[in-house]
């Protein structure tokens, strides 16, 4: 399966994640994204950069994450994955072995729905070496 057809398939179609992308681990290459969803280049540095704080308390979780040009506030932050919320809405991010997915759910989906999607997924990844 292509790297878009992750995306477009097991993330957007499941209906619980309504933009996604996909980042080598680095944060240096977009291998996938939604139509009209641009992380940009110092928001996914932001990202990599929380995956590389060891502290028992990320730095993140007191500055918040941005995405797409919207601010998060952290609400998990481990070294898998990444929770934020704004408002209702929010973004689940995940680090597999050589990826990093990069998601949002409306505020129409129950957040725990949008987590199962992504951290599936990233299960499955992992699995199969990725």
Do not use: C
């Not at 499941?14 to 939604?34: H, M, P, Q, R």
């Not at 540095?45 to 730095?59: S, W």
């Not at 070294?79 to 597999?96: A, F, M, N």
């Amino acid at each position: 399966m292509s790297w878009q057809a992750y995306v477009d398939t097991s993330l957007v179609a499941s209906g619980n994640i309504d933009k996604a992308a996909i980042f080598n681990a680095e944060g240096t290459s977009v291998w996938a994204t939604s139509s009209g969803f641009n992380v940009k280049p110092e928001e996914i540095k932001e990202v990599v950069g929380a995956y590389k704080d060891t502290g028992d308390v990320k730095k993140v979780q007191s500055t918040g994450l941005h995405v797409a040009g919207d601010r998060y506030v952290v609400i998990r932050a481990d070294d898998r994955s990444l929770y934020g919320k704004k408002g209702r809405e929010g973004i689940i991010i995940v680090k597999t072995t050589q990826a990093i997915l990069v998601t949002h759910y409306p505020e129409t989906v129950q957040p725990g729905s949008a987590a199962l999607t992504v951290e599936q997924l990233g299960d499955y990844l992992i699995s199969v070496k990725y």
